[in-house]
């Protein structure tokens, strides 16, 4: 049978797994589809660089135009990353009639929403299985597998990067510096890490999932975002007394038809199944109204496991192709977004106050809960090993996110508290 | 737009949940699928019944064929169970071009392959991811999300009954026979619970998953079973000292094309993610040569959660009903089927022996051992509380089937063992 030529914009981790899975597995793949798949054309930064994997020579070129305008090229594999040049060829290719599959969460959660009108307006498809959490199908879960049903919350850690450093903190009880220049060593960071570590790798990735689970158009300036780096080994232990993991953790959720989306350090009860999730992996907990409590558990980044979503892509779309039903079941977010205000985002919290250590402080701090409507699940007063002050640990029942603003603003101005040493969300 | 039609075969469980999907997320459901979807006909065993799901009385029939012969019918829906008669129904219906969906595992378990090759005929779907892990939509996750990978392992815990008892007796250090009764009592085992605790149900449902993950025909008969009736108290507790959790696991490996399926109580490492799998919950544990380790959770079983899986059937059905495509997807497996030979199955061991307490034993067994090529990772001697007679404990490491039933059957004839306690597969 006639083969079905695929383009490749990039040869670095991911276009290397590429290479290996297509070529390694054609047989199997070839079964599936009802053709051989051949890898027609690779567009790379330097046609001379020497590879891991073999390519011909004659189908490298360093223009990605040459890949993009190849009318023998039906789909294009992109997975060389970067944005607004990225989305030129994304367009192009999209104009001339190719399919697209591509591992690029910056351009899906920046562009989502353009590039899949114009995938819709040319028939075309669009798959990005491996934008979120690498080697997890999560996408697939979200469309196909959850299509009955009504996804009410998405917590998910994203970003293995600040995973590893977390789990390294919990389990050895190491420094927020000392674990990231390890993970930069291991080359789990980069060496400006600071995509990952802020919570803007996890907030992109969130905005996908946001947007898939709720059928809304998520963007990623809805997205609150808070990182690890203030995260101190103490946050830590008093997390780990108290009964939890310290998670950057993806939530969005919904009331009704109201949404929120934020990626913040989270403080999750360690029988929650997400509590458990350790190192480089990821997993996205999944709760639907009908079905209930679900988790996705993998790989979030590599070589392998990323590209073996991007080939997954690859046959979904051929298989498309043979059946002449491209661009026809493309998901186009279609309810009107509503984001909820700060006094309908509820969550609980735990606040580490350093305070005078003397009679009536407790009451002055619990005064002020009280007067902004925030009930209290546990409050203790300890004195610090360290120095002369005491330190109060609070655990609210869920609050709503403008009532603690307001209760830390009037925090700040109150004379017994030195300090306010930190503030955290608490789940499970 | 003119709606869709379907038929629902049973109004159990099952059948009321997917009557309140149907109805409750009729506008989401209908956004997805171009048009509204009707619930025609419903087959029962009593029309007269009061149902805690309000039904027109005028749609329900006592007899299937009303349902399969209604001409206006485009999807039969089959949640009553039963194996024979049910699958004449289903043939019957597939020959009239209707689509199936089904939650129903023993069926295809047991007659899959001949319900997939009348529906290639007919060009129809048959779908049927509720009929394993309930919620969790592993079948699409096999078929799709790993369309690309080479599925080397699959571990689950695919009964929820079965899970809710052992992680009973491992949490309250209860005897199965009272957690057996306390689980019947709360609806979660059945009067005759042979089924659920001899492994045939987990048998069934890793014949499918044995089937889709290596693409050959894997038949009930080829998978080995034993089920949790003769774990002892004890048992878990050794599992416990020695850092194991007991699940009984459903385990479908190969090596290169060569497979073998298998349910057993097994004890597992606690740090693998599917030993904090607890309760009635279930999950799916897969290992592909490429992406490597996931798992997937969440509820196995209930009103809401299969429904969730069967209504997500019933949209993949319609969506593809209106592209003119169904039936062109299935998957037919594709590979000769080769068993591994008990040569060729390797598993670690946990082996509990009764021994007299007395000088030169442990000389003995270990002889045995090296006399078979079974080497260990650990033996422990101790003395028994309860009498005068010694334990030993041994952990092995890979060993073949064939060589621990040898070391087994000569155990039984050596005079220093009184009694072969427990033997258990061992894995993570």
């Given amino acids: 049978m006639k083969p079905v030529k695929v383009g490749l914009l990039g040869l670095g981790t991911v276009g290397t797994g590429v290479v290996r899975i297509v070529e390694g597995h054609q047989e199997d793949l070839s079964s599936q589809v009802g053709s051989p798949i051949v890898i027609e054309k690779i567009a790379v930064k330097n046609t001379e660089k020497d590879r891991s994997v073999t390519v011909e020579s004659s189908k490298l070129t360093d223009d990605p135009w040459d890949v993009i305008r190849d009318p023998e090229i039906d789909v294009i594999v992109e997975v060389m ?70 996804i009410m919350k998405i917590m998910g850690i994203v970003n293995g990067t600040t995973n590893f450093i977390l789990t390294k903190m919990s389990q050895e009880g190491a420094s927020y510096e000392d674990v990231l220049a390890e993970a930069q060593q291991l080359g789990y960071a980069e060496a400006d890490p600071t995509s990952d570590v802020e919570g803007l790798d996890a907030a992109r990735k969130m ?3 946001g947007t898939l689970g709720f059928r809304t158009n998520v963007e990623l300036k809805d997205v609150s975002v808070k990182g690890i780096s203030q995260v101190s080994k103490e946050d830590i232990l008093y997390a780990k007394r108290l009964g939890y993991e310290m998670k950057l953790l993806g939530i969005a959720d919904r009331e009704d038809e109201q949404v929120s989306i934020s990626v913040q350090p989270t403080m999750v009860r360690t029988s929650h199944p997400i509590a458990a999730v350790n190192g480089v992996y990821n997993a996205v907990y999944v709760y639907g109204e009908a079905v209930g409590e679900t988790m996705f558990y993998g790989p979030g980044a590599g070589e392998m496991p990323t590209a073996t979503s991007v080939v997954a892509d690859l046959v979904a779309v051929i298989k498309n192709l043979k059946l002449g039903v491209n661009g026809l079941k493309a998901i186009v977010p279609y ?13 609980k919290n735990f606040i580490l106050l350093q305070v005078d250590d003397k009679a009536g402080v407790l009451a002055k701090i619990t005064q002020v809960l009280a007067e902004f409507d925030v009930s209290l699940e546990s409050v203790v007063q300890q004195p610090n ?25 009037h925090f700040e101005s109150l004379d017994v508290i030195r300090r306010i040493k930190s503030v955290y969300r608490v789940e499970g």
């Fill in 207 to 209: 905005a996908i999932l």
């Fill in 81 to 150: 990353g970067g944005i607004e040049q990225t989305k030129s060829y994304i367009l192009e290719a999209l104009d001339r009639g190719k399919h697209i599959v591509t591992a690029n969460k910056d351009l899906m959660a920046l562009h989502g929403a353009e590039i899949m009108a114009k995938a819709q307006e040319k028939q075309c498809d669009v798959f990005y299985e491996a934008s979120v959490a690498g080697g997890i199908p999560i996408i697939r879960t979200l469309i196909e597998g959850f299509s009955s049903d009504r």
């Fill in 335 to 347: 309810k009107a977004k509503k984001l909820k205000s700060d006094e309908q985002i509820m969550f």
């Fill in 385 to 409: 090993d360290q120095n002369p002050d005491a330190e109060i640990i609070i655990v609210t029942h869920n609050a709503s996110k403008a009532s603690i603003d307001k209760v830390l603003n």
